[in-house]
């Protein structure tokens, strides 16, 4: 009969030798997870081991051609030795900076390698690395000890298209003594990156979608959170707005991060429980005018809705290792966001948000909530259509300026003794509009690759404003239709954008002699908005003000938003 041999990550054996990886190969070096060494009773190691990339790191590794002897570029070595990497001896050196590795080769005849005055070196950044773990082989049932195997490094790759894979280098080597003390320096250094967060408060909505956020959470993020050590404390939101009572009153004082898996409605509603949570712990009164202090601790996105516009622009791709990978590794960026208020009262902090067409159809939506979600969309979105309703409304913006233009401007003022905070340069529009977009991010989703507002940036400190007048439905059809496509979906007559800092909706009304008039904002009437895929029924007047990097949020800046940005013929 088979004996079956599990092949298991341990700590140390004074820390319980935790296991925390299985299904890779037993003995053999940055090998591929083997399902024939794998426990079948032992989920979440198996589970832990197919993500993996085949093969290890070896053939995905940055490989450099060196001279021979010379560790380039890795800055001091702090320990050097001999490990076994995919069958071949190495020769490893790490330092703070990199582990890099280089085969052994016999002398030829003339006393060099028989590889010539070159060798092949290989290396990776620390940088990259989320975990290490001792190797063990253990038999089936058994819980501790084991044969030493070595040590296995759990890396971050860097693929296409922003997307990140994670993978395992095997090293080597049946000494204990030796495998902890590298284990020891290799945590040691990873200990020392600041922004990687050690305990996190995770929040998962499981109605997203189609119901899969906890799925997802239990499968595909908490074995990674598990295996990079990270504590959390999960809520699985029990009714909307759960996850804003929480926040409102927990204590987030213990966690370095929180994290939201679900869609855009879920994380929109966490970053403005935090940015709640933070006025509320300074003291500051929501409602006056002061500009709002920053949230306290990082955001993260799993995305798990149905659009993951978020997420999409956060990481530059709708991918969930790669959200998780980024959140391990404490890849931070600061963020804009918005206030949208009453002029009395804010109603809400939030990232992107839509009047008109854009609302009409997710209060459609909303109402038919009993219809699968993409059904339910195009459902939507073919009613709304049928129905096309312009609203009449008159804009107010304040435009932002080139710097220089500002310098001069300012100088003309002080030369005509004028006051250089006037309120003079607000700019009006009005009429009917078929929908008013006004975002403080990009927005990228599949429906809109180059994003719903590719005029603008994650934290660049403006909101576009993006105005479409009313046309007949054939052209507002032909205009949707662009944001799927390479072409400019501003480009038509009754399109207007502007990039600004603030914009005041108000709603107007006919007078009976055919003059037309704001609403008044006393009434109680609302109507619908759109924010962060949300439905929020407001007033007749909204103002939308952005706070450039109000929230900081793990994910990576994007070089393809960069690219669209230069490329954007709409400016
Ligand atoms: N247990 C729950 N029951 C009902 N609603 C919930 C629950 N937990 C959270 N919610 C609410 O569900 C709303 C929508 O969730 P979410 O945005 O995550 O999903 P989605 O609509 O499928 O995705 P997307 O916004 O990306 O299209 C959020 O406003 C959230 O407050």
């Known amino acids: 009969m088979r004996r079956h041999r599990r092949v298991a990550w341990a700590e140390s054996p004074a820390e319980g030798e935790r296991r925390a990886e299985a299904g890779l190969g037993g003995g053999g070096s940055a090998s591929r997870p083997s399902a024939t060494e794998e426990d079948d009773d032992d989920e979440a190691e198996a589970e832990a081991g197919k993500s993996r990339e085949p093969g290890g790191v070896g053939p995905g590794a940055r490989a450099r051609e060196v001279q021979a002897g010379g560790s380039s570029g890795g800055g001091q070595p702090l320990l050097r030795g001999i490990f076994q990497i995919q069958k071949e001896s190495c020769d490893v050196v790490l330092s703070a900076r990199r582990l890099s590795w280089s085969p052994i080769r016999p002398e030829g005849v003339g006393g060099g390698s028989s590889m010539g005055q070159q060798h092949k070196e290989e290396y990776i950044e620390m940088k990259d690395v989320f975990s290490v773990k001792l190797k063990r082989r253990r038999l089936a049932g058994q819980q501790k000890g084991g044969l030493l195997l070595g040590i296995a490094i759990f890396v971050c790759l860097k693929k296409e298209g922003n997307k990140l894979k994670d993978s395992i280098i095997n090293l080597s080597n049946l000494s204990e003594d030796h495998c902890h003390l590298w284990l020891k320096h290799m945590k040691e250094i990873l200990s020392g990156f600041p922004n990687r967060p050690k305990s996190l408060k995770v929040f998962v909505n499981p109605t997203s979608h189609r119901k899969e956020a906890t799925h997802i959470y239990y499968e595909q993020v908490a074995p990674l959170f598990k295996l990079a050590d990270i504590r959390t404390d999960v809520t699985v939101t029990e009714y909307e707005g ?133 059904q339910r969309k195009d459902f939507a979105v073919v009613k709304t259509l049928a129905n096309l309703k312009p609203e009449d409304c008159e804009l107010s913006f304040l435009p932002i300026k080139p710097l220089e233009q500002d310098a001069q401007e300012n100088d003309r003022k002080k030369r005509e003794g004028l006051k250089l905070d006037s309120r003079e340069d607000w700019h009006k529009i009005h009429g009917h509009f078929l929908n008013v977009s006004i975002m403080a991010i990009p927005c990228l989703c599949s429906m809109a690759p180059r994003g719903l507002a590719p005029n603008t940036r994650l934290n660049d400190g403006t909101l576009a404003l993006i105005a479409v007048r009313n046309t007949s439905r054939p052209e507002f059809v032909k205009h949707l239709r662009r944001y799927a496509s390479v072409k400019n979906q501003f480009s038509f007559p009754f399109v207007e954008t502007h990039i600004v800092e603030e914009v005041k909706v108000c709603l107007r009304t006919e007078k009976e002699d055919g003059t037309r008039d704001r609403l008044n904002s006393a009434q109680k009437d609302t109507y619908p908005w759109n924010v962060d895929g949300d439905l929020m029924e407001w007033p007749s007047e909204v103002h939308v003000r952005v706070h450039p990097q109000l929230i900081t949020m793990y994910g990576r800046s994007v070089d393809a938003i960069d690219h669209l940005k230069g490329s954007c013929s709409c400016l």
């Open 242 to 374: 759960h996850a804003l009572t929480l926040l409102k009153e927990c204590d987030l004082t213990s966690f370095h991060g929180v994290v939201s898996v679900g869609g855009d409605g879920t994380a929109s509603e966490v970053a403005h429980g935090l940015l709640l949570r933070a006025q509320m712990d300074a003291g500051v009164d929501t409602d006056n005018q002061r500009p709002p202090v920053r949230a306290k601790v990082p955001l993260g996105i799993i995305p798990a809705g149905s659009t993951n516009a978020l997420a999409h622009t956060l990481n530059g791709i709708q991918h969930t290792l790669t959200a998780i990978l980024h959140i391990i590794l404490g890849h931070l960026q600061s963020v804009d966001m918005c206030t949208f208020r009453t002029p009395s009262k804010v109603l809400r902090f939030g990232f992107s948000s839509v009047f008109g067409f854009g609302s009409r159809t997710l209060a459609f939506a909303e109402k038919h909530r009993w219809l699968p979600p993409n």
